[in-house]
């Protein structure tokens, strides 16, 4: 008999365990995403506001320069909410798409041999 046919596992237990498999790939992708897009966020906030304070202090216009920073800074939390990925896309998609798509890509690729 062959390994799907035994009496213990049953004919139905190896489509179940790959369909469970790819249910977790599925949350396993989910999660790096959420967790990519987090770092990003964050990376883009303590960035620019070192940016910030480096030009601020040439320029003696620290009010004007830390208004920007507050309003980045601002709209890195919002982005935060998944309610608004598609902005997140459209305004960090050059760093985050084409890393998720190529890992997408290439999950689908092994899970389906």
């Known amino acids: 008999q062959s390994p799907t046919q035994s009496p213990k596992l ?3 237990s ?7 498999i ?4 599925k949350y396993d992708y989910q ?10 966020l964050t ?3 303590i960035l620019t506001t070192w940016i910030l ?3 601020s202090v040439p320029m003696a216009s620290v009010l004007g320069i830390g208004s920007i920073d507050s309003i980045i800074n601002g709209w890195c939390i919002v982005l935060f909410d998944v309610k608004y990925n598609q902005i997140y896309l459209k305004l960090c998609g050059c760093i985050a798409k084409s890393e998720w798509n190529e890992m ?5 690729r092994n899970i389906n041999r």
């Not at 999660?31 to 990003?40: D, E, P």
């Not at 997408?104 to 689908?108: A, D, E, I, K």
């Open 43 to 45: 990376a883009i906030s």
């Open 10 to 12: 049953g004919l139905h």
């Open 22 to 25: 790819r249910h977790n790939v």
């Open 31 to 40: 999660l790096l995403y959420v967790t990519r897009k987090y770092a990003i």
């Open 14 to 20: 190896r489509s179940s365990s790959l369909s469970e």
């Open 104 to 108: 997408v890509t290439n999950n689908h």
């Open 53 to 55: 304070i480096i030009f």
